[in-house]
C-alpha cells in the first residue's frame, strides 16, 4: 500500500526557475495539505484542500500555487524560485474528522540556488 | 488561533534513561493531539494521539503521553530510551470542527548516548 506518495525526492532549481511538486494518495482521503518544514521552525501549513476543485491558503502561501483536480493528487507549483523557497516540503492526506491522523508523504528537498 | 511550544528543541539522554519531551498547547477549545517522530531523512508518521476519552494515550514503540487539560500540557514519555529512539519528535494540535489542519511545534531532536 503505497500511502501519499511525493516526486521528486530530491530537486536543485535556480532563481527564477519555476517547478511542479507532485503529490498523489491512494487512500480516498478528502483532505490534503502542503507543509514546508525549515530547521528549528517545525512544519508549517502552506495551502490545504477539503476536496476536489477546493483549496485554500495556510500559513505561508505566498510563492507557491496549488489545484485540485482530482481526490488523489494535489500538485504544489513554485513560481519564480526564490532561495527563501529552500526547504523540505511534505504532502499529507486525512479524511476529514479532526481526530483522526495525517499521513504523510516522505518529503522533496528543494534547494534553490 | 492554536498553537504549541516544544520545550527544548534538544534532548539528549543515556540509553535505559526515562525519555521526558515537553509539550504546551493552546486552543480555545479542547483540541486534538498528536505526537509525530521523523527519523532522519524520513517522512512523519504518528506515535500516539489524543483525541476524547482517557487521557492517559499509549503509542507505539513503547511511548505514551498525558494529557493534562489544567496545565494545557501533553508531555512524552518513554521509561527507558533505546538508541533506536533518536530522532525528531513535533507535538500537533488540531482542533474539532477546524478540520485537521495541523499546528506543530518547533520540534525536539532526542539524542540517545550509551
Known amino acids: 500500500n503505497a500511502g501519499v506518495t511525493q516526486t521528486p525526492k530530491f530537486r536543485i532549481l535556480k532563481i527564477g526557475q519555476s517547478m511542479t511538486l507532485q503529490c498523489t494518495q491512494d487512500?480516498?482521503?478528502?483532505?490534503m495539505y502542503w507543509y514546508r518544514q525549515d530547521p528549528g521552525m517545525g512544519l508549517k501549513l502552506i495551502y490545504y484542500?477539503?476536496?476536489?476543485?477546493?483549496?485554500d491558503k495556510g500559513e505561508v502561501p505566498n510563492g507557491y500555487n496549488v489545484s485540485r483536480s482530482t481526490t488523489e493528487d494535489f500538485p504544489l507549483r513554485l513560481e519564480l524560485a526564490a532561495p527563501s523557497q529552500t526547504s523540505v516540503y511534505f504532502c499529507?492526506?486525512?479524511?476529514?474528522?479532526?481526530?483522526?491522523?495525517?499521513?504523510f508523504g516522505q518529503g522533496t528537498r528543494l534547494t534553490v540556488v | 488561533a492554536q498553537s504549541v511550544t516544544q520545550l527544548g528543541s534538544h534532548v539528549s539522554v543515556s540509553e535505559g534513561a526515562l525519555v521526558l519531551l515537553r509539550c504546551n498547547y493552546s486552543?480555545?477549545?479542547?483540541?486534538?493531539l498528536f505526537w509525530y517522530v521523523q527519523y532522519p531523512n524520513q517522512g512523519l508518521q504518528l506515535l500516539l494521539k489524543?483525541?476524547?476519552?482517557?487521557?492517559l494515550v499509549k503509542g507505539i514503540n513503547g511511548f505514551e503521553a498525558e494529557f493534562k487539560k489544567s496545565e494545557t500540557s501533553f508531555h512524552l514519555t518513554k521509561p527507558s530510551a533505546h538508541m533506536s529512539d533518536a530522532a525528531e519528535y513535533f507535538c500537533?494540535?488540531?482542533?474539532?470542527?477546524?478540520?485537521?489542519?495541523?499546528?506543530f511545534g518547533t520540534g525536539t531532536q532526542l539524542k540517545v548516548e550509551l
Open positions: 489524543y483525541t476524547t476519552g482517557a487521557t
Open positions: 486552543s480555545s477549545v479542547p483540541p486534538y
Open positions: 499529507a492526506s486525512s479524511p476529514p474528522t479532526g481526530d483522526t491522523e495525517a499521513f
Open positions: 487512500m480516498n482521503h478528502n483532505y
Open positions: 484542500s477539503v476536496g476536489a476543485g477546493i483549496t
Open positions: 500537533a494540535v488540531s482542533g474539532p470542527g477546524g478540520g485537521n489542519k495541523l499546528t
